[in-house]
């Protein structure tokens, strides 16, 4: 009696760590878009506030240099909200590629899955016919056995 083998092993196992390393890109990717909208989130309120200050001093009767200091300020943050907001598009369409890619990556490898689960169920089946076969040639031996006589 010899053990189950699955002939597509190897396979198996080069789709388990494509589906592994799919992954770990996928959750590195995630939290690279998760710290690209805090910044963006932070540059926003940060825009805001300047946005905020700059309306206060205006009506303070601020020399123009000032006012024109602020103005600069919220445009320069502006600008850096505008470059945080493209990374973030670019980090979250990283993070659907790359759930597209687990995705696959998943299938693929459950593919192979489900094909050595249907092998393993075969191969038991077999196992038990072989087993089923050799109790019943050693049954027929001893009543033949017993049939002739000591």
Known sequence: MRGFRF???KVLELREQTEKESA??????RMEAAAA???????EEARRAGAEQAGRV???GVPA???QRLALLVHQLDLHVAVASEAARDADARVDDLAAEFEDAFTQRRVIDR??????????????QRD???MDEFAIVRHARR???P
């Open 7 to 9: 002939r597509l092993q």
């Open 24 to 29: 770990l890109r996928l959750v590195e990717a």
């Open 37 to 43: 909208l805090r910044a963006l989130e932070s540059l």
């Open 58 to 60: 205006a009506d303070g």
């Open 65 to 67: 240099g000032e006012l």
């Open 115 to 128: 094909l050595r689960e249907k092998h393993l169920e075969l191969w038991k089946v077999e196992e038990n």
């Open 132 to 134: 089923r076969a050799t």
């Open 147 to 149: 049939a002739e006589g």
